[in-house]
Nanobody, 118 residues
């Protein structure tokens, strides 16, 4: 079965760093675009970063310069390196996989909690 399992979340102080991991299985990881989304209570889910199968990346302006997404196809894993964390970054972070083609498939992980607090 398809699985996306996030890990690496936790409590970190403002200004700190954290690296999230998403281990994928059950589908052809190499052919999927991968992304990280986050959702805080009372807020809509928002895109954090994305990376294509050709390693092209995209970051919304609030994340640009602080977050870095990467993927290791040999390990079927996508990462999110976060630095200069702010309290506003506190959210549940979700891993997402999306195929592009005649048949479009999209998968989500269960999420990992990131809490930025002093």
């Amino acid at each position: 079965q398809v699985q996306l399992v996030e890990s690496g979340g936790g409590l970190v102080q403002p200004g700190g760093s954290l690296r999230l991991s998403c281990a994928a299985s059950g589908f052809d990881f190499n052919t999927y675009a991968m992304a990280w989304y986050r959702q805080a209570p009372g807020r809509e889910r928002e895109l954090v970063a994305s990376i294509t199968r050709t390693y092209s990346t995209f970051y919304p302006n609030p994340m640009k310069g602080r977050f870095t997404i990467s993927r290791d196809n040999a390990k079927n894993t996508v990462y999110l390196q976060m630095s200069s964390l702010k309290e506003d970054d506190t959210a549940m972070y979700y891993c997402n996989a999306q195929s592009l083609g005649v048949q479009v498939f999209e998968y989500w992980g269960q999420g990992t909690q990131v809490t930025v607090s002093s």
